[in-house]
């Protein structure tokens, strides 16, 4: 069975930084590209960040772009979310995601809370 | 890239059948069949209905069918039932750089 474990949500500062986790079981983790998505209060799902199943190609929303990092330790099924110089608004519950070979997401975590507030 | 426009929400009775759009450019659902619905219940993870703009993954219910055409994408769910009640989205590949969602439309069933 396809498990994905988020943790690291905390109440940060504005300017702040964090770094997320997702543990990975049930599934060839080196074989896929992984996702971060976030939903903010009251709004809608986001999506966030991507990065290639050898970590060897990334990209971002514009809306995190310089600000956030994903990366991912293959040999401990582990995807990472770097977040840099945090703002309220990206105060969000922040769930990975697992993509299939035909760009849909057929596994998700139960998220993380991010909450920047000072 | 924008967000994909759904509808903030519809209703329908029991029984009936309500249709959701969503609507891209053709960076997007104009360009790519991969379109993606999604239900998203409170306090769940988002759970996938449709794949590939109308496929449906093993275990889930016929009463959800989808299709695509030009720039819009169209979730229908019929036979109505109070447990379809939640929040629906639609997600759209729009190159290999990124994906996009829609803004999400809320199903009241009367």
């Known amino acids: 069975e396809v498990q994905l474990v988020e943790s690291g949500g905390v109440v940060v500062q504005p300017g702040g930084s964090l770094r997320l986790s997702c543990a990975a079981s049930?599934?060839?983790?080196?074989?896929?590209?992984m996702h971060w998505v976030r939903q903010a209060p009251g709004k809608g799902l986001e999506w966030v960040s991507l990065?290639?199943?050898?970590?060897?190609?990334?990209f971002y929303a514009d809306s995190v772009k310089g600000r956030f990092t994903i990366s991912r330790d293959n040999s401990n099924f582990s995807l990472y979310l770097q977040m840099n110089n945090l703002r309220t608004e990206d105060t969000a519950l922040y769930y990975c995601?697992?993509?299939?070979?035909?760009?849909?997401?057929?596994?998700w975590g139960q998220g993380t809370l991010v909450t920047v507030s000072s | 890239q924008s967000a994909l426009t759904q509808p903030a929400s519809v209703s329908g009775s029991p029984g009936q059948s309500i249709t959701i759009s969503c609507t891209g450019t053709?960076?997007?659902?104009?360009?790519?069949?991969?379109v993606s619905w999604y239900q998203r219940l409170p306090g769940k993870a988002p759970k996938l209905l449709i794949y590939?703009?109308?496929k449906r993954p093993s275990g889930v219910s016929n009463r959800f069918s989808a299709s695509r055409s030009g720039n819009t994408a169209s979730l229908t769910i019929s036979g109505l039932q109070a447990d379809d009640e939640s929040y629906y989205y639609c997600?759209?590949?729009?190159?290999?750089?990124?994906?996009?969602f829609g803004g999400g439309t809320k199903l009241t069933v009367l």
């Open positions: 995601a697992k993509e299939t070979y035909y760009n849909y997401f057929d596994s």
């Open positions: 049930g599934f060839a983790f080196d074989d896929y590209t």
């Open positions: 990065i290639t199943w050898d970590g060897g190609t990334s």
């Open positions: 053709s960076s997007d659902i104009g360009s790519y069949n991969f």
């Open positions: 590939e703009a109308t």
């Open positions: 997600c759209a590949y729009a190159g290999p750089s990124t994906r996009v």
